[in-house]
Nanobody, 112 residues
Framework: QVQLVESGGGLVQAGESLRLSCAVSGISFNFYAMGWYRQFPGKQRDLVASITSGGSINYADSVKGRFVISRDNAKNTVYLQMNSLKPEDTAIYYC??????WGQGTQVTVSS
């Protein structure tokens, strides 16, 4: 059974940082692209950042220069370091094995 378990969300003030983690089990993590998505209320889920098995990275324009995605294949974990957070980053953040599985989501709230 494949599981993606996110952690690290919470409430922070604008300008602060958070690091999200997503631990993957039940599948060979190393072979798959991983991504972080976010969903605003009433909106579709959008890609924030992705990283392929080979380490190629892609970011949404809105987070370039502020967020950093990384993966640790030895720990079956993908991370999203979020710096200089803004109130407009407030959303539910989801980890995904791209095109295959989703995590349950974690709330990130940034107060002004």
């Amino acid at each position: 059974q494949v599981q993606l378990v996110e952690s690290g969300g919470g409430l922070v003030q604008a300008g602060e940082s958070l690091r999200l983690s997503c631990a993957v089990s039940g599948i060979s993590f190393n072979f798959y692209a991983m991504g972080w998505y976010r969903q605003f209320p009433g909106k579709q889920r959008d890609l924030v950042a992705s990283i392929t098995s080979g380490g190629s990275i892609n970011y949404a324009d809105s987070v370039k220069g502020r967020f950093v995605i990384s993966r640790d294949n030895a720990k079956n974990t993908v991370y999203l370091q979020m710096n200089s957070l803004k109130p407009e980053d407030t959303a539910i953040y989801y980890c995904a094995m791209v095109g295959r599985f989703w995590g349950q989501g974690t709330q990130v709230t940034v107060s002004s």
